[in-house]
């Protein structure tokens, strides 16, 4: 059974910056593309960043470009967020997400979820 275990989040200044954290069990990780979503309030959930596992390939929103990495840490089988410049749009609830091949940029297309952290940028 995946388990996927999201950390970070928190209160922030904007222009100021914030590490998530997706800790990831279950499976070897090998073969599967992981990614981070988020969810503002009255809006859909929206695809943010995504990574393979295995090559560390990363994907990214046009929106974030520039200011949000996403990587992976093999031996500590995390993937995290990096947020940097950060914006009151960025207010949201981050959901770390995984799927078998490559990242996808629609939610259905994931299969294992975390429960979400939530990130407020105030202005």
């Known amino acids: 059974q995946v388990q996927l275990v999201e950390s970070g989040g928190g209160l922030v200044q904007a222009g100021n910056s914030l590490r998530l954290s997706c800790a990831a069990s279950?499976?070897?990780?090998?073969?599967?593309?992981m990614a981070w979503f988020r969810q503002a309030p009255g809006k859909e959930r929206e695809f943010v960043a995504g990574?393979?596992?295995?090559?560390?390939?990363?994907y990214y929103a046009d929106s974030v470009k520039g200011r949000l990495a996403i990587s992976r840490d093999k031996a500590k089988n995390t993937v995290n967020l990096q947020m940097n410049s950060l914006k009151p749009e960025d207010t949201a609830v981050y959901y770390c997400?995984?799927?078998?091949?490559?990242?996808?940029?629609?939610?259905?297309?994931?299969?294992?979820w975390g429960q979400g952290t939530q990130v407020t940028v105030s202005s």
């Open positions: 990574i393979t596992w295995s090559r560390g390939n990363t």
């Open positions: 997400a995984a799927r078998i091949g490559f990242p996808a940029t629609t939610e259905n297309d994931y299969d294992y």
């Open positions: 279950g499976r070897t990780f090998s073969s599967y593309a």
